[in-house]
């Protein structure tokens, strides 16, 4: 990864993979399945954590307050990992680096499921989700890396184990902790985290000393000049496009509970109601890859989202409990913006190196910005005793979104932007 080749000498290579489309196993069954379980691992901290977090503090002492603060810690760690993740990936390369990103999510969730103060529960929150965030930049390159002639295919895959990730945790978190207490609903994840260290290991030790004949990677020579990422327009829509779309994810992940039991749903309810609005992210997971894909711009799919954005904020704060079901389906259906940005990081990039750069800034940008969001939901709450001036907040963002939109869609490529 460290020499250099002119740009017109990497086209060819490109377009030779482009040309020669191979099964998407070929060769492959190992990387895929790190990738797979990997993508699995990446949201379980964040949903299994949400609907019990009223409980938990009622047990371990902390107050209503302090939920905003666990739900900021996600947007935040993600943003610190998307600003260091280059720096270990320099170091240690894509493989290794996901390797210890999967080591960090299962010890910190093992050991936050056993500790009894708010300070360990926030510190070991805060390790394993910096290991998913680690996870989050690196998997894109991977994809890049292993199956540059299946990206689309490859994205809606991985995005689709996101989902997942997301999905049933939030589902079963209160079932499981009715049942037998909320340690082992939240600490059940870690097994998730150490099941995907594995097939890293042995994507390691498969390569090792084979690098110079390994087919299911592009040659390291393949690097382009380096510009200077933060000097892309593409690179500062990607980044606002992202960061909007998780603002107002984690905002919704950390407070819709609280939302929906103010107009006098159960807690069970809300953590189905969270767990739909993550299910309904499967539809987008499965389809928003293609898109980006066959459309040169595909910013048109992207208004579409801040529509229906729109119109679950306008049910939820005026009639949250008169069509539930469809105001958090639609809610559900606003973050397709999410997997369409994952996918343009591979797409509005021309090699491995050029994606890890988006990707690491685009997350770590976005993230940062992201993590006021939850926050700063629950102090427009308590300052104004209403969901008003919080919706407002999220209108804000998602107009944010379109202007960063507006960037990321036009039919170009980092490397052609940066200088």
């Not at 892309?232 to 929906?260: C, Q, R």
């Not at 229906?308 to 539930?324: D, E, K, Q, V």
Request: charge should be positive.
């Amino acid at each position: 990864m460290t020499a250099t080749l002119s740009e017109t000498a990497t086209r060819p290579e490109y377009a030779r993979v482009e040309r020669r489309k191979r099964a998407l196993t070929e060769g492959r069954v190992l990387v895929l399945a790190a990738i797979v379980m990997s993508a699995l691992t990446l949201r379980v901290a964040v949903t299994a954590f949400s609907p019990l977090a009223e409980r938990i503090g009622a047990d371990i002492g902390y107050s209503t307050a302090v939920v905003g603060v666990f739900g900021m810690i996600p947007t935040l760690m993600f943003a610190v990992s998307g600003l260091l993740t280059p720096v270990f990936v320099r170091r240690l390369g894509l493989e290794r680096t996901a390797l210890v990103a999967m080591l960090l999510a299962g010890f910190g969730m093992l050991v936050r499921a056993l500790v009894g103060g708010t300070a360990e529960l926030l510190i070991f929150s805060a390790l394993a989700l910096g290991g998913m965030g680690i996870g989050n930049v690196v998997i894109p390159p991977l994809v890049k890396r292993y199956f540059p002639d299946r990206l689309a295919v490859v994205s809606s895959l991985y995005i689709t184990m996101v989902q997942l990730g997301t999905v049933v945790p939030a589902l079963i978190a209160v079932p499981v902790a009715e049942a037998h207490g909320w340690r082992i609903s939240l600490g059940l994840w870690a097994v998730l985290g150490f099941a995907a260290a594995l097939p890293w290991i042995g994507v390691l030790r498969d390569r090792r000393g084979h690098d110079r004949v390994d087919n299911t990677a592009l040659p390291p020579r393949t690097q382009e000049p380096k510009g200077q990422v933060w000097r892309s327009p593409l690179a500062w829509g990607m980044a606002g496009m992202f960061g909007m779309t998780s603002l107002t994810t984690y905002a919704i992940f950390t407070w819709l509970p609280k939302i929906l039991s103010e107009a006098g749903a159960s807690a069970a309810y809300g953590g189905t109601m969270v767990g739909l609005f993550a299910l309904v992210g499967l539809v987008s997971a499965f389809t928003a890859p293609t898109i980006v894909a066959r459309f040169r711009n595909p910013f048109p799919f992207v208004v579409g989202c801040a529509v229906f954005f729109f119109t679950a904020f306008a049910g939820l704060l005026i009639a949250p409990m008169t069509a539930t079901l469809l105001w958090v389906v639609l809610l559900g259906l606003g973050p397709s913006t999410f997997p369409m940005a994952l996918t343009l990081i591979n797409m509005r990039t021309r090699t491995p190196q050029g994606s890890a750069a988006l990707s690491g800034f685009t997350q770590g940008v976005g993230y940062a910005v992201a993590c006021i969001g939850p926050v700063l939901f629950g102090m427009l709450h308590s300052a104004t005793d209403g969901w008003g001036a919080p919706f407002a907040m999220l209108v804000v963002a998602v107009l944010v979104l379109l202007a960063g939109a507006w960037q990321a869609c036009k039919p170009r490529m980092l490397e052609d932007t940066w200088k």
